[in-house]
């Protein structure tokens, strides 16, 4: 892969190659097969974020090859999520790595968070406290991905004086993330203040008839309130990964 990298670089420097046919030819770039893994090095040239390491489901030896591989390629940054405590404890003290775990959204990270440099902040939501896990994982792979996110936690319609009480924050975002179970009105309600994208997360939290979640989702998914949209039950990586893609926009564009 080094070698391709080189050959482009050499044929945009002699004239051969176009620089935009050198970044097309970069971003088709091969991975790195691991044998049980195939690392996708050249993600953040195509996407403008690193690959992701999903952690269930993985052994701590998989794990860290996977690592490896990514440090060997240069990137400083590692998110891993869904990681269970007993893989990260042996990543961490078994094995050697330098890991940063966060054990109520399940998050692992290698290195050290990057300084912002997305367009504004995102703000974090939750309709109550039973949320936060799900909060932490949108609000640290945000984090992780560049940029300023500001928690404003257990504001739910249930005493929307506590919502009301950060009117600054919600007005000022460049990206909400609004996350809640139960009947999940609280995107709707942000929606209907705020002049900025909305990304609702439905969560497993509530009674029986909540229906793990789906209750919130389909609450989400009617929203009259215009610009919220709607990504899986529990899914705060998802959320956090897409408020990054829109708080960099006007600086891609740049």
């Known amino acids: 892969m080094n070698n391709l990298v080189k050959n482009v670089l050499k044929a945009v420097q002699n004239g051969s190659m176009s620089v935009e046919d050198a970044v097309m030819k970069l971003k088709i770039a091969p991975f790195e097969d691991i044998g049980f893994a195939k690392v996708d090095l050249h993600r953040t040239l195509r996407q403008g974020a690193a690959e992701v390491i999903y952690g269930a489901g993985k052994t701590p030896e998989q794990i860290t090859g996977i690592i490896d591989a990514m440090r060997k390629s240069g990137q400083n940054t590692i998110l891993i999520t869904r990681l269970p405590s007993e893989t990260a404890e042996t990543i961490k003290n078994d094995l050697g790595y330098d890991l940063d775990y966060h054990a109520g959204a399940r998050i692992g990270i290698i290195g050290t968070i990057p300084e912002p440099d997305g367009i504004g902040t995102i703000v974090v939501a ?105 990504v899986n039950i529990d899914n705060g990586f998802g959320a956090g990964y897409l408020a990054s893609m829109i708080n960099h926009m006007e600086a891609k564009a740049k």
């Open 126 to 230: 939750t309709g109550g406290t039973s949320d936060i896990p799900v909060a932490e994982e949108a609000a640290l792979t945000a984090e992780v991905l560049g940029n300023k996110v500001t928690r404003l936690y257990d504001v739910g319609v249930a005493g929307l004086h506590r919502l009301l009480a950060h009117l600054d924050d919600i007005m000022s975002a460049s990206v909400i993330i609004a996350i809640a179970g139960m009947e999940g009105a609280l995107a709707s309600v942000i929606g209907g203040l705020a002049e900025c994208p909305v990304i609702a997360v439905p969560t497993s939290v509530g009674y029986g008839t909540s229906f793990g979640g789906i209750s919130a989702l389909l609450s989400m998914l009617n929203s009259c309130a215009s610009g919220v949209s709607v």
